[in-house]
Every structure is written in structure tokens, then in C-alpha cells.
């Protein structure tokens, strides 16, 4: 089975956000594969040892995103192959990264792609089913299972906490939830092998993508911090009393109930 | 310039979804005085029309067909491209629910638009909108434009407040439309979440962590969100230690809420757990540990043992409501 996986690299869930010059700095922050994304490429390389063929992981970024790349590869993805948008794009959306990935993807014949259901940074959820959509194919999101027999695909997914469950066939994308499956570590044998594997990096030229093919349709016009927030109060006396008062307080000064 | 507005109604156990009146009202502002068309989709939503109109709908569009009973990408995908045809929107609103969430991006994909999700407060109307969406699992907030063409945004439940409903009077018509050739064969559905009130849109939510130590533990908070006509929500910590489903959980990972009122009984307050509930209007904390790191993002604070503290909560709210 021919299996693709998109890998976003972000930020670490633990990080504290500074923001100068209109931008997220980024510089000494910790940077993860996101997190859905771990479920994905678990879920790619069980598929994979069940039904045999070769799974590449792929991802649009910068040259350190390789080091996402290689993660994957030693958790035991196949190949990985870097789309560097670095030199050629300074304004990217949803559109961009799913035309993008879909120009890559579009003579691959993938039998299976999978992706997070959203990425923790961006957090538009859009990439998967945009991607499915320019490739023509079928898309099921937030999965929680996948069974695969033959070119027919059993699936449950959560749709806000209920499971559907449902059937469809390859070719297909399926975007991955939570309980999906329990990503594994990268084993030493396995960091060592990853060094070796194949990890190709492409530019947009190597696409034939113009820059004016995926120039983004929106435009971020400014990026903020929440305002801080009061520390609150924290009651006092004894518990009755602490909770009769915090019941005037929803009712007559938050306004609440 | 004033647009025409399409926004997607959505019901859920038999009634409209407050997300769409509040998508309605988004719709407006977008519109600039322009148009704002409710569409319907499904097997039989054509009664639902009447109240779209009250809800600020100046029409509506109803599309049924039996192919349409259960949602499918294939099946709505064909019925919203049809409205699209028909109308040439300028603009398009879904809720950013599960429905929303897998529809938009394929009908922008579709029309190779620009698509801007899970927006929390729109600036400005018409071609001046702006909108903001929190980015980082709400750690910051963007605001962003649409550059050309189409608005076409999703709205997170329980942000943008509705119009008043009011009797109004408005066209419901239908579109009749061939669902052909669906991919996907939906055979069931589990239902794991609670009765009544969805957690996305539920005004009231409480919450408990490991704290709450089992599933028996759970009771006397549902008891409390029933009361209040909430709905009851999980740390990770719960779900994990199986004191409650993954379908409760709230967080980076889990579910994103901003309720008007959110009660954190034994959470410990991680960073992922904030990320999914810290926009909430107003957050309450009952922890033992004085030193739990809830009590910073909590505007009133009860440091007790929950099991105490929340069935007093019960009974006090009881002899006031
Ligand atoms: C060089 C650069 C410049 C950018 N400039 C801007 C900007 O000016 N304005 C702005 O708003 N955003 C900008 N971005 C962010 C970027 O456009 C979005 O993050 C991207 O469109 C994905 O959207 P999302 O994060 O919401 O992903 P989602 O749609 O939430 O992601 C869902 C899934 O899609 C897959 N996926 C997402 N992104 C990638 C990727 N890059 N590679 C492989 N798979 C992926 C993953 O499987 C992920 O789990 C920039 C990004 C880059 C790399
Ligand atoms: C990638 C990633 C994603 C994650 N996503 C999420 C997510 O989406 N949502 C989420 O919640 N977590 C998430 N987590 C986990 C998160 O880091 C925490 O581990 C989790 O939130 C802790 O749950 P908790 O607060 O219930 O448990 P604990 O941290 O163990 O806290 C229990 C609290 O209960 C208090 N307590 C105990 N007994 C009582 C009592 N009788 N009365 C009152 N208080 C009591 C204790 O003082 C303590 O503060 C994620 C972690 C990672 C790494």
C-alpha cells in the first residue's frame, strides 16, 4: 500500500508565546511534530505492517523542519520528502499549504493519506479535506479507528463525542482525533536507521508551482496576546459561607446564572 | 459594498442549533446591509425555515432529499454547491462544528477560495470585516482578511450573541437537487455524549480532574450542571484515568469551550487544559491545593475538598433559583 502522511512541525504545547514585531518569535522555542499528526503516522506505519507497502511522511517548512522529518522516519516511516517554501513564499494560508501538497501529491497514487485534524498553532483544520478535495478523493476527519480489508476502509470517527460509524473505499484521506491509537517512541535502533532513510527536499520550481498559482486569498493583518487576565479571588471563612457567597457573587456581580 | 450572505442552518435532536442563529448574526454584519439567506439541508428541515426568518434571516433555501438524512462531505457538498450556483454568494457562514468543521473546507476548496475558521468576534462590517480567530490553542488571537472574492468564515459557538428573535416574515423556498454517487455509507451512530445540552454550546459547564477520583465521583457534578442546565466536562486527567469518556475532555486535545460559566472541580489547571477553556466568560475553581495553578486563570476561587463544596453549591443554588 502506497501511504502519505502530513507532518506539520509546530511549536511545543509548553511553550510561552512572545510576540514582537507583529510575529511569534520563534527563536529558542521548543518545536514537536504536532500532536495529531503523531497519531497519523502511528496509524500509517500499523496499516503499513499489516498490509505491506511504504509510508512517506512529507512536510512544508523550512530546513528545520527536517528534524520532524527525521523523528518520523525513526518512529519508522519509510522516506520523508521536504517541500522548502523558505526562499519562495512570504505569505502562506490554507489554500497555499493544500495546493502545494496536492501538487505533490497528485501522480503519487496514494492509496491512503493522513493528517492531523488540526494543527495546535494554526488551528484551521482546513489542510486535510482541502487536500483531499484538489486530488479528488475521499476524506473522512477526526477518526478514532480504521480498519482496512482489501480497497474497503471501516471507520469510526467522533463527530462531538458521539462515534459514526462508517464505511468507504480507497483511495482515501482520513484526518486523525485523539484515541485514535497511542503514537510509540522512537526507538535507538530505530534513531539510527532513520539517519540512513531517504529524505528528499524539493523546491517549488521542482513542482512547476508559480508563486502567483498559491498566493494566499487571506491576509493576517495583526497577531496578539489575549489581555491579561485579574488574578481572580480566591474566597475566605468557612466553606458555607465561602459558597453562599460565591452564589451572590455569579448571581448578582458576574451575572451569570 | 453589501453582500449576499449564505450561512448553513444545523440541527441537532430536532432543533435548531443556537451556533446558526449566532452564524445568522455574523452573516449580518458581513452582509453590510445586504442579504442574508438562510440554507437548510437534510431529509426534512423545510419547518425549520419560519425560524431562521425570526432569527434574522431575510430567506430561505431548503434542500432535502433522502440521500441527505445523515451528513456525508458527498451528499451536503452537492446540495451547498447547488445554493452557490443558484445565489453566487458573496459571503458564507457555517458554525465551526463538527459539520462545519469537515464541510468548509471542502466547498472552499471547491470554489479556490480563501476560508477563515473558528472566528470569535468580527470587526467591522461589509468589505471592512475583520475577524478574529485565536491561534496557538488560544494562547494569541489573530485578526485576519479576506483578500478578494468570498468571506467565507466558520464561527465558534457561543461567541458572536445572536439577534433577538422576533416575528418576521420572509420566502422559504426549495431547490431540488440530484445527491448522487456518495462515497461514504454511514452505519451507525454511538451516542456517548450526555442527553440535552452539547458541550460546545452548553452557557454552563462543570468541569472535574483527577480529582474527582471516580466515575462515581462524576455524580454530584452532574447534579450541579443539571440544576443550572449545564452540561458536565473532563480534564484529561479524568478521561485518562477512565472516570469518564474522551468525549467529555476538554483542552488542547480535546473539546474548545467558552461557556458563561465554568466550574474546575479538582483540575489542576495545565497549560492544556487551559488552552480549552480559558476564554470562558467565568471561571471557577474549587481545588485543594491552594498552590493549583486554576486558581491564576479563576476570577473566584474556593480552596476546599469538591466533594463538600459542590453539593453545598447545589443546595445553595437551589434556594435561590
Ligand atoms: C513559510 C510560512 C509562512 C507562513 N505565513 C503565514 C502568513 O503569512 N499568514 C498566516 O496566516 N499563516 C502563515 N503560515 C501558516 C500556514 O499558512 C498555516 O499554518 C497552514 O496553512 C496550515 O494551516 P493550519 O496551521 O491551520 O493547519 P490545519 O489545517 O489545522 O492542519 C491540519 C493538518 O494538515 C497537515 N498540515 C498542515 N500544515 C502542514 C504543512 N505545512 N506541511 C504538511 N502538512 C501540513 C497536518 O497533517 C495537520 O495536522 C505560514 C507558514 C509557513 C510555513
Ligand atoms: C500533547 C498534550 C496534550 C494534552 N491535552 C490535554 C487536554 O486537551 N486536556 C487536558 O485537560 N489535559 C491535556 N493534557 C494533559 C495535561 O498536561 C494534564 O496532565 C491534565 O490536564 C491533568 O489533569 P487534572 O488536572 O485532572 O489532573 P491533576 O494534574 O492530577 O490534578 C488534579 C487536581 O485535583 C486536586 N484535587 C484532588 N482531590 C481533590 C478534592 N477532593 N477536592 C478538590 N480538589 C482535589 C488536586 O489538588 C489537583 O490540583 C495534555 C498533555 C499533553 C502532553
Given at each position: 500500500?502506497?501511504?502519505?502522511?502530513?507532518?506539520?512541525?509546530?511549536?511545543?504545547?509548553?511553550?510561552?508565546?512572545?510576540?514582537?514585531?507583529?510575529?511569534?518569535?520563534?527563536?529558542?522555542?521548543?518545536?514537536?511534530?504536532?500532536?495529531?499528526?503523531?497519531?497519523?503516522?502511528?496509524?500509517?506505519?500499523?496499516?503499513?505492517?499489516?498490509?505491506?507497502?511504504?509510508?512517506?511522511?512529507?512536510?512544508?517548512?523550512?530546513?528545520?523542519?527536517?528534524?520532524?522529518?527525521?523523528?518520523?522516519?525513526?518512529?519508522?516511516?519509510?522516506?520523508?520528502?521536504?517541500?522548502?517554501?523558505?526562499?519562495?513564499?512570504?505569505?502562506?494560508?490554507?489554500?497555499?499549504?493544500?495546493?502545494?501538497?496536492?501538487?505533490?501529491?497528485?501522480?503519487?497514487?496514494?492509496?491512503?493519506?493522513?493528517?492531523?485534524?488540526?494543527?495546535?498553532?494554526?488551528?484551521?483544520?482546513?489542510?486535510?479535506?482541502?487536500?483531499?478535495?484538489?486530488?479528488?478523493?475521499?476524506?473522512?476527519?477526526?477518526?478514532?479507528s480504521l480498519k482496512i480489508d482489501g480497497t474497503t476502509a471501516?471507520?469510526?470517527?467522533?463527530?462531538?463525542?458521539?462515534?459514526?460509524?462508517?464505511?468507504?473505499?480507497?483511495?482515501?484521506?482520513?484526518?486523525?482525533?485523539?484515541?485514535?491509537?497511542?503514537?510509540?517512541?522512537?526507538?535507538?535502533?530505530?534513531?539510527?536507521?532513520?539517519?540512513?532513510?531517504?529524505?528528499?527536499?524539493?523546491?517549488?520550481?521542482?513542482?512547476?508551482?508559480?508563486?502567483?498559482?498559491?498566493?494566499?486569498?487571506?491576509?493576517t493583518i495583526e497577531i496578539y496576546l489575549p489581555p491579561k487576565?485579574?488574578?481572580?479571588?480566591?474566597?475566605?471563612?468557612?466553606?458555607?459561607?465561602?459558597?453562599?457567597?460565591?452564589?451572590?457573587?455569579?448571581?448578582?456581580?458576574?451575572?451569570?446564572? | 459594498?453589501?453582500?449576499?450572505?449564505?450561512?448553513?442552518?444545523?440541527?441537532?435532536?430536532?432543533?435548531?442549533?443556537?451556533?446558526?442563529?449566532?452564524?445568522?448574526?455574523?452573516?449580518?454584519?458581513?452582509?453590510?446591509?445586504?442579504?442574508?439567506?438562510?440554507?437548510?439541508?437534510?431529509?426534512?428541515?423545510?419547518?425549520?425555515?419560519?425560524?431562521?426568518?425570526?432569527?434574522?434571516?431575510?430567506?430561505?433555501?431548503?434542500?432535502?432529499?433522502?440521500?441527505?438524512?445523515?451528513?456525508?462531505?458527498?451528499?451536503?457538498?452537492?446540495?451547498?454547491?447547488?445554493?452557490?450556483?443558484?445565489?453566487?454568494?458573496?459571503?458564507?457562514?457555517?458554525?465551526?462544528?463538527?459539520?462545519?468543521?469537515?464541510?468548509?473546507?471542502?466547498?472552499?476548496?471547491?470554489?479556490?477560495?480563501?476560508?477563515?475558521?473558528?472566528?470569535?468576534?468580527?470587526?467591522?462590517?461589509?468589505?471592512?470585516?475583520?475577524?478574529?480567530?485565536?491561534?496557538?490553542?488560544?494562547?494569541?488571537?489573530?485578526?485576519?482578511?479576506?483578500?478578494?472574492?468570498?468571506?467565507?468564515?466558520?464561527?465558534?459557538?457561543?461567541?458572536?450573541?445572536?439577534?433577538?428573535?422576533?416575528?418576521?416574515?420572509?420566502?422559504?423556498?426549495?431547490?431540488?437537487?440530484?445527491?448522487?454517487?456518495?462515497?461514504?455509507?454511514?452505519?451507525?451512530?454511538?451516542?456517548?455524549?450526555?442527553?440535552?445540552?452539547?458541550?460546545?454550546?452548553?452557557?454552563?459547564?462543570?468541569?472535574?480532574?483527577?480529582?474527582?477520583?471516580?466515575?462515581?465521583?462524576?455524580?454530584?457534578?452532574?447534579?450541579?450542571?443539571?440544576?443550572?442546565?449545564?452540561?458536565?466536562?473532563?480534564?484529561?486527567?479524568?478521561?485518562?484515568?477512565?472516570?469518564?469518556?474522551?468525549?467529555?475532555?476538554?483542552?488542547?486535545?480535546?473539546?474548545?469551550?467558552?461557556?458563561?460559566?465554568?466550574?474546575?472541580?479538582?483540575?489542576?489547571?495545565?497549560?492544556?487544559?487551559?488552552?480549552?477553556?480559558?476564554?470562558?466568560?467565568?471561571?471557577?475553581?474549587?481545588?485543594?491545593?491552594?498552590?493549583?495553578?486554576?486558581?491564576?486563570?479563576?476570577?473566584?476561587?474556593?480552596?476546599?475538598?469538591?466533594?463538600?463544596?459542590?453539593?453545598?453549591?447545589?443546595?445553595?443554588?437551589?434556594?435561590?433559583?
Amino acid at each position: 500500500m502506497n501511504i502519505y502522511v502530513l507532518v506539520k512541525r509546530t511549536f511545543d504545547t509548553e511553550e510561552k508565546l512572545v510576540i514582537s514585531g507583529g510575529k511569534i518569535q520563534d527563536d529558542g522555542a521548543e518545536f514537536i511534530i504536532n500532536p495529531y499528526d503523531e497519531y497519523a503516522i502511528e496509524e500509517a506505519i500499523t496499516v503499513r505492517d499489516e498490509h505491506g507497502g511504504e509510508v512517506t511522511v512529507i512536510t512544508i517548512g523550512g530546513e528545520e523542519a527536517e528534524k520532524q522529518l527525521r523523528t518520523a522516519l525513526a518512529m519508522g516511516a519509510d522516506k520523508a520528502v521536504l517541500i522548502n517554501t523558505e526562499d519562495d513564499l512570504e505569505e502562506m494560508d490554507e489554500f497555499t499549504t493544500s495546493y502545494i501538497l496536492a501538487e505533490y501529491l497528485k501522480d503519487k497514487d496514494a492509496d491512503l493519506i493522513l493528517a492531523g485534524n488540526v494543527a495546535i498553532d494554526g488551528g484551521s483544520g482546513q489542510v486535510g479535506p482541502r487536500v483531499a478535495d484538489l486530488l479528488g478523493i475521499n476524506y473522512v476527519t477526526t477518526i478514532t479507528s480504521l480498519k482496512i480489508d482489501g480497497t474497503t476502509a471501516t471507520i469510526v470517527r467522533d463527530i462531538e463525542g458521539d462515534a459514526e460509524e462508517l464505511e468507504t473505499s480507497l483511495p482515501l484521506l482520513v484526518t486523525a482525533q485523539q484515541g485514535l491509537n497511542e503514537p510509540r517512541y522512537p526507538s535507538l535502533p530505530g534513531i539510527m536507521k532513520a539517519k540512513k532513510k531517504p529524505l528528499e527536499e524539493l523546491e517549488l520550481d521542482d513542482l512547476d508551482i508559480e508563486e502567483d498559482d498559491v498566493e494566499a486569498k487571506t491576509e493576517t493583518i495583526e497577531i496578539y496576546l489575549p489581555p491579561k487576565k485579574e488574578a481572580g479571588r480566591v474566597l475566605e471563612g468557612d466553606i458555607s459561607a465561602q459558597v453562599s457567597e460565591l452564589v451572590g457573587l455569579l448571581r448578582n456581580e458576574a451575572k451569570v446564572i | 459594498m453589501s453582500k449576499k450572505v449564505l450561512v448553513l442552518g444545523e440541527t441537532r435532536e430536532g432543533a435548531l442549533r443556537n451556533v446558526t442563529f449566532e452564524a445568522i448574526a455574523a452573516a449580518k454584519k458581513i452582509s453590510g446591509g445586504g442579504e442574508v439567506v438562510g440554507v437548510l439541508i437534510g431529509d426534512s428541515v423545510a419547518d425549520f425555515g419560519a425560524e431562521l426568518v425570526n432569527y434574522g434571516a431575510d430567506r430561505v433555501i431548503t434542500v432535502e432529499h433522502p440521500h441527505l438524512k445523515s451528513y456525508t462531505s458527498d451528499g451536503y457538498g452537492q446540495a451547498f454547491m447547488a445554493v452557490i450556483e443558484q445565489e453566487s454568494p458573496e459571503g458564507i457562514v457555517f458554525g465551526h462544528t463538527a459539520v462545519g468543521k469537515d464541510l468548509s473546507p471542502k466547498i472552499a476548496s471547491k470554489l479556490q477560495s480563501g476560508l477563515i475558521s473558528d472566528v470569535t468576534n468580527i470587526e467591522g462590517e461589509g468589505d471592512d470585516a475583520v475577524f478574529v480567530r485565536p491561534i496557538y490553542s488560544g494562547k494569541a488571537f489573530e485578526k485576519v482578511k479576506s483578500k478578494e472574492g468570498l468571506s467565507f468564515i466558520t464561527v465558534r459557538p457561543n461567541n458572536i450573541p445572536p439577534l433577538a428573535k422576533e416575528e418576521r416574515s420572509g420566502d422559504v423556498s426549495s431547490l431540488s437537487v440530484d445527491i448522487t454517487n456518495l462515497r461514504t455509507i454511514i452505519k451507525d451512530v454511538v451516542r456517548k455524549s450526555a442527553e440535552g445540552v452539547d458541550l460546545s454550546e452548553a452557557k454552563v459547564i462543570v468541569a472535574g480532574g483527577r480529582g474527582v477520583k471516580s466515575t462515581e465521583g462524576f455524580e454530584p457534578l452532574q447534579e450541579l450542571a443539571n440544576l443550572l442546565g449545564g452540561a458536565v466536562g473532563a480534564s484529561r486527567g479524568a478521561c485518562d484515568a477512565d472516570y469518564c469518556d474522551y468525549s467529555l475532555q476538554i483542552g488542547q486535545t480535546g473539546k474548545v469551550v467558552t461557556p458563561d460559566l465554568y466550574i474546575a472541580a479538582g483540575i489542576s489547571g495545565a497549560i492544556q487544559h487551559l488552552a480549552g477553556m480559558s476564554n470562558s466568560k467565568v471561571i471557577v475553581a474549587i481545588n485543594k491545593d491552594p498552590e493549583a495553578n486554576i486558581f491564576k486563570v479563576a476570577d473566584y476561587g474556593i480552596v476546599g475538598d469538591l466533594f463538600e463544596v459542590i453539593p453545598m453549591l447545589t443546595e445553595e443554588f437551589k434556594k435561590v433559583m
